[in-house]
């Protein structure tokens, strides 16, 4: 099995690109099953979960091929609507195939996503939704089969989820009628997502506490950029920061980090930006910060949870970072810990009391964004470190060892 080799205590310095948001590519992906015609992505990360994304497109008859960071879909063969139970199971994301599927052929066959072990995960809120739009909903021995035509409703989320509101609102740009959720997701790939919808013909309205969505018969094709992903950023930055260096990344604005940049302020970094890339500059010493919680758009990103513990513990002074929209994302802290961090769970909050050094160690990675600050230990650690299950790692982050080889790490797959 490949394990990730990182020989930590270089400054990382000099400069890289930001690559498409993998969060944003997939559910866009998903929502081409939605066009009867040509769409095609350009800044497509190449990524495991976005090759996987591909994979589901094909296996139902559709055409989806990459050429360097362009991906062409045509979904006007696509002829099935059960999704391989193998490829449900590789990502969260193949959820978010659903409505599209549904709402385009009437019925679609699906099971159990897999994805990130951060706790339960459920989707009762895309059943729900898909349930009050007139569908037919039938479980079996744990596949889920969802039929009829849908309506315009009013559905309320008692919880903004980024994977329903995506789904759901997919699914809506060809129903009958309007559709209303209330509470949705804000988060910019969602909004990118509508961008996106709405370049093919959607009719997609966001407003204060909810978005609109009114049915039409049939989207286009189009071509759409990918939004720079932000979390992959804030993962280098936090590296940056980690060993003490400075670096520029390239295709991302400060707004585009938005609370992340003033996180990382605060921490003492000096954060810039010129012709559409930020430069961070770490200080000498981190300071820390107490009070650090997690909560949807706008609020500070779960998907920055464990790279910000990794980069506080080498904080002076004692930070609080509490966990508030997944029940279990905390397995990279007893793999920390291995590193010399110093971390304490109380309910969902870390209490970290930041060490002057961390040690290399044997880790080992068991989600996309652990795996992260597993990497950002390493590289701030003195001595040798290796991460094992690295494949956690690479479903969301292209390039990662020519980007940080690229920064002056040390770093290489045995
Ligand atoms: C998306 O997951 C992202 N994944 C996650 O990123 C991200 O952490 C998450 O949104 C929150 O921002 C993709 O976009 C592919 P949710 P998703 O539905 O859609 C509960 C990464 O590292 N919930 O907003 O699954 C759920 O259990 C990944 O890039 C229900 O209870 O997130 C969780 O506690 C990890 N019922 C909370 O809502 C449902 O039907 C947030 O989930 C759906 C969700």
Redesign the pocket.
Known sequence: MPVLRIKGGTPLRGEIYASGA??AV??MTAASVLINGRVTLTNCPRIA?AETSAEIIKALGGCAEFDKNMLTIDCSGLNLTRIPQRLCEK???SITFCGPLLARFGCVGFYEPG??V?????????IKGFKAMGAEVIEERGKITLKGSLKGVKINLP??????T?SLMAAACLAKGTTVITNP?K?P?TLALADFLNLCGGKISFYENKVEIEGVNRLHSAQARVIPDR?EAATYLCAAAATKGEITIKGITISELGIIGDVLKKTGCILTEEHNAVFLKAPQRLNAVDGLTTA?YPGF???LQPQICALLSLAQGKSVVTET???ARNRHIPELIKTGAEITEKNRSFIINGVNSLKGAKLTAF???GGAALVIAALAAEGTSEIHNPHHIFR?YEGLIQKITSLGGNIEIL
């Open positions: 993998k969060n997939l559910p979960d990502m969260r994301s994805g990130c951060l706790g339960k995960r459920p989707i009762d809120l895309h919880f903004p989820s980024v994977g329903a995506q997701s988060e790939e979390i949807p990103p779960t998907d929209v997944f029940e989600d996309l964004r969301g």
